[in-house]
C-alpha cells in the first residue's frame, strides 16, 4: 500500500467521546483541540487551524477570510456542529474549494418544542406568574390580572417555513389555529399538510397574533424585524425568535415592547448571546430571554383572553353558563 498522509485536524471545542473516537479510529488524523467547554479564544483558533486539514468548528467561531488565511492551502474540509451555518463566510470558503459539513436536522424537534414552549409561556405570561406567586404578589384571584394570549381561534405567522418552520406549524396547528401564514422566499408545496398559506412578509406581519421567526439569517433577513416590522403588528400581537438574534433590531424591539405598539416578545436568541445583565430589554416585564408588560394593558386583550388566567396552580376560568 501507498503511504497515507496524515491530515491535520484542529477542533475548537470539547466535543463528545464518540466523535473523537472516530476521528482516531479513522487512523489518518492528527488531531488537536481546544479542550474547554468555553469557545475558543480568537488568537488560538487562528493559531490551531495552521496547516489544518480539517477544522471542526462551532456556532461560536467566526470563520472568515482571516481564518481561512491562516489555515492556509492545506484546508480541504471544515465542519460545523450546528444547524445555522451564518458563522461562516460560505462564498470565500466556496472560492477557495473548501468542502462544508454541518449537522442540519438534529435540532429539528428539539428547536420546534422550545420554540411552542416559548410561545405558550410569552403568551400565557408563565414567568411573570411564577414571580408574583413567589414574591406574594398574587394576593387574590383577579379576572383581569395577567390576562394573557389565546392561539385559539388565532393567526400564526411563521417567517421562514423550512424544516424548523414545519415542525412548529405542525405542533401549533392542534391548539386551534384558525389560519396560518407563512412568508419566505418561495411558496412551499408542503404547506399544505400545515394549510399553510404563502403570503407577503407585510400581510403575515399586520395580520398575525403571533409572529414566529424560524428563519435562517442571511443578508435579506438581518435586521428584518425593525420599526417598520414592528409598527405594522398588532398591539395584541406575540413575537417569538428561535432563529438568530440578528434577524431583530433590538433597539426597535425595545421601543415596540415598551411604548405597547407589540404586546410581549419571547426569544431564544439575542446579539449577544447572552445579552448583558444590565441590557434594556432585560428590564421590560413583557420581555422573556426569557421576558413580559409594563405596557401590558388588559383592555388590549381580546375577549376571550381576558377570561384566562396563568397564576401559579389557577390556570383558567371561563364564562359561567346558565345551567
Ligand atoms: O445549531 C444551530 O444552528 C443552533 O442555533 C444551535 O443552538
Same mark, same amino acid.
Given at each position: 500500500?501507498?503511504?497515507?498522509?496524515?491530515?491535520?485536524?484542529?477542533?475548537?471545542?470539547?466535543?463528545?467521546?464518540?466523535?473523537?473516537?472516530?476521528?482516531?479510529?479513522?487512523?489518518?488524523?492528527?488531531?488537536?483541540?481546544?479542550?474547554?467547554?468555553?469557545?475558543?479564544?480568537r488568537v488560538e483558533?487562528?493559531?490551531?487551524?495552521?496547516?489544518?486539514?480539517?477544522?471542526?468548528?462551532?456556532?461560536?467561531?467566526?470563520?472568515?477570510?482571516?481564518? /481561512?488565511?491562516?489555515?492556509?492551502?492545506?484546508?480541504?474540509?471544515?465542519?460545523?456542529?450546528?444547524?445555522?451555518?451564518?458563522?461562516?463566510?460560505?462564498?470565500?470558503?466556496?472560492?477557495?474549494?473548501?468542502?462544508?459539513?454541518?449537522?442540519?436536522?438534529?435540532?429539528?424537534?428539539?428547536?420546534?418544542?422550545?420554540?411552542?414552549?416559548?410561545?405558550?409561556?410569552?403568551?400565557?405570561?408563565?414567568?411573570?406568574?411564577?414571580?408574583?406567586?413567589?414574591?406574594?404578589?398574587?394576593?387574590?384571584?383577579?379576572?383581569?390580572?395577567?390576562?394573557?394570549?389565546?392561539?385559539?381561534?388565532?393567526?400564526?405567522?411563521?417567517?421562514?417555513?423550512?424544516?424548523?418552520?414545519?415542525?412548529?406549524?405542525?405542533? /401549533?396547528?392542534?391548539?386551534?389555529?384558525?389560519?396560518?401564514?407563512?412568508?419566505?422566499?418561495?411558496?412551499?408545496?408542503?404547506?399544505?399538510?400545515?394549510?399553510?398559506?404563502?403570503?407577503?412578509?407585510?400581510?403575515?406581519?399586520?395580520?398575525?397574533?403571533?409572529?414566529?421567526?424560524?428563519?435562517?439569517?442571511?443578508?435579506?433577513?438581518?435586521?428584518?424585524?425593525?420599526?417598520?416590522?414592528?409598527?405594522?403588528?398588532?398591539?395584541?400581537a406575540v413575537f417569538?425568535?428561535?432563529?438568530?438574534?440578528?434577524?431583530?433590531?433590538?433597539?426597535? /424591539?425595545?421601543?415596540?415592547?415598551?411604548?405597547?405598539?407589540?404586546?410581549?416578545?419571547?426569544?431564544d436568541v439575542t446579539?449577544?448571546?447572552? /445579552?448583558?445583565?444590565?441590557?434594556?430589554?432585560?428590564?421590560?416585564?413583557?420581555?422573556?430571554?426569557?421576558?413580559?408588560?409594563?405596557?401590558?394593558?388588559?383592555?388590549?386583550?381580546?375577549?376571550?383572553?381576558?377570561?384566562?388566567?396563568?397564576?401559579?396552580?389557577?390556570?383558567?376560568?371561563?364564562?359561567?353558563?346558565?345551567?
Amino acid at each position: 500500500g501507498g503511504r497515507t498522509e496524515i491530515m491535520k485536524v484542529f477542533i475548537t471545542r470539547r466535543i463528545p467521546q464518540e466523535g473523537m473516537k472516530i476521528l482516531s479510529q479513522a487512523g489518518v488524523c492528527k488531531v488537536s483541540l481546544w479542550d474547554s467547554d468555553e469557545p475558543v479564544p480568537r488568537v488560538e483558533l487562528l493559531k490551531g487551524v495552521e496547516g489544518a486539514h480539517g477544522l471542526l468548528c462551532l456556532l461560536s467561531d467566526k470563520i472568515d477570510t482571516e481564518v /481561512l488565511d491562516a489555515a492556509g492551502p492545506n484546508l480541504k474540509v471544515i465542519s460545523t456542529l450546528s444547524v445555522g451555518f451564518d458563522h461562516m463566510a460560505m462564498d470565500e470558503i466556496k472560492k477557495r474549494g473548501v468542502r462544508v459539513g454541518y449537522t442540519p436536522d438534529v435540532l429539528t424537534d428539539a428547536t420546534a418544542e422550545l420554540t411552542v414552549a416559548l410561545l405558550l409561556a410569552t403568551a400565557r405570561r408563565l414567568p411573570e406568574g411564577v414571580v408574583e406567586v413567589k414574591n406574594g404578589g398574587w394576593s387574590t384571584w383577579k379576572p383581569l390580572w395577567l390576562c394573557g394570549y389565546g392561539l385559539s381561534g388565532s393567526t400564526v405567522g411563521v417567517i421562514g417555513l423550512g424544516r424548523i418552520g414545519m415542525a412548529i406549524a405542525r405542533r /401549533l396547528n392542534p391548539f386551534g389555529v384558525k389560519r396560518l401564514l407563512y412568508s419566505g422566499r418561495t411558496a412551499k408545496s408542503y404547506a399544505a399538510e400545515v394549510e399553510g398559506e404563502y403570503v407577503p412578509l407585510d400581510t403575515l406581519v399586520s395580520e398575525s397574533d403571533f409572529v414566529v421567526v424560524s428563519c435562517a439569517l442571511t443578508p435579506e433577513t438581518q435586521g428584518l424585524c425593525n420599526k417598520d416590522f414592528f409598527s405594522k403588528m398588532k398591539n395584541t400581537a406575540v413575537f417569538i425568535n428561535t432563529s438568530r438574534g440578528a434577524v431583530v433590531n433590538q433597539e426597535d /424591539l425595545y421601543q415596540a415592547l415598551s411604548s405597547g405598539q407589540i404586546a410581549c416578545a419571547g426569544l431564544d436568541v439575542t446579539t449577544p448571546e447572552p /445579552l448583558p445583565t444590565d441590557h434594556p430589554l432585560l428590564t421590560l416585564k413583557n420581555c422573556g430571554e426569557y421576558m413580559e408588560t409594563q405596557g401590558w394593558k388588559p383592555q388590549t386583550a381580546r375577549p376571550h383572553d381576558a377570561m384566562h388566567v396563568v397564576c401559579g396552580c389557577e390556570a383558567s376560568w371561563t364564562y359561567c353558563q346558565i345551567l
